[in-house]
């Protein structure tokens, strides 16, 4: 009897700890939980900031080859004056402007021809120029794009295990759970109405002693 009571006794205490514990766990969940949200947060801002950025570079980049285009154009342009000016046209439709070089003196030509070539220097190396930029703005538009999806690859893992941490929080401490905990340790049944379904439902006088009857 004794050690049954001793029992009993203990169970009450073991219970106790055992709440405590699932509450600490619960506090620790909810921590991270926080912690995790504050991560995710933190992300998109980045990932908002960079994709602003790559945008940036992306429009530099862009007009960057545009203006590289427009140069190529203009020094087609200037290589064909030059061969005009040396008597090698490349079409039938440029013949008349070979006529109006005929027309004009050999000093002129020569003066005409070494304007042309110094032009057409200051462009091969304005397009030397443009192509370095391009190359650079290039590697800045990729780099900004490789940070965009390497931030978004971290806010899907870290989404992920925010809902892997969520499930793990112990529902029951704020419900079932600590129900359940409380009910064994005062000894409440878990459904008043049952106590074992093979002998139907717990009268109103259970738990009561019944007392000896009374002798005449």
Same mark, same amino acid.
């Given at each position: 009897?004794?050690?049954? $009571? #001793? /029992?009993?006794?203990? %169970? ?7 709440? $405590? ?8 969940? @909810?921590?991270?939980?926080? #912690? ?9 801002? /980045?990932?908002?900031? =960079? %994709?602003?950025?790559?945008? @940036?570079?992306?429009? *530099? ?24 000016? *040396? ?10 402007? +070979?006529?109006?070089?005929?027309? &004009?003196?050999? $000093?002129?030509?020569?003066? =005409?021809?070494?304007?042309? %070539? ?9 397009? !030397? ?5 391009? @190359?650079? @703005? ?9 940070? *965009? ?16 941490? %969520? ?20 000894? =409440?049944? $878990?459904?008043?109405? &049952? +106590? ?7 009268? !109103?006088?259970?738990? =009561? !002693?019944q007392l000896p009857r009374l002798k005449d």
């Amino acid at each position: 009897m004794r050690e049954g $009571g #001793e /029992r009993r006794g203990a %169970e009450p205490d073991r219970l106790a700890l055992e709440l $405590g514990r699932e509450r600490r766990k619960k506090q620790i969940l @909810e921590t991270s939980v926080f #912690e995790l949200r504050n991560t995710v947060t933190e992300l998109e801002k /980045r990932l908002s900031s =960079v %994709e602003d950025e790559g945008s @940036e570079w992306k429009t *530099r980049y862009e007009t960057q080859v545009e203006l590289n285009k427009q140069l190529e154009r203009q020094i087609n342009i200037l290589q064909d004056k030059m061969e005009l000016i *040396r008597g090698n046209p490349a079409g039938r439709n440029k013949l008349s402007i +070979v006529r109006t070089f005929d027309q &004009m003196p050999v $000093g002129s030509l020569k003066e =005409v021809l070494k304007q042309l %070539e110094e032009e057409k220097k200051s462009l091969q190396n304005q397009l !030397k120029d443009y192509e370095l930029r391009l @190359e650079q @703005e290039a590697k800045a538009y990729h780099k900004a794009n490789d940070e *965009r999806r390497m931030y978004l690859s971290e806010i899907l893992q870290t989404s992920a295990t925010l809902q892997i941490v %969520e499930r793990q929080k112990p529902g029951a401490l704020t419900g079932k759970g600590e129900n359940q905990i409380l009910r064994g340790r005062y000894n =409440v049944p $878990g459904n008043p109405k &049952m +106590v074992n379904p093979q002998k139907g439902s717990i009268k !109103k006088t259970v738990g =009561v !002693k019944q007392l000896p009857r009374l002798k005449d």
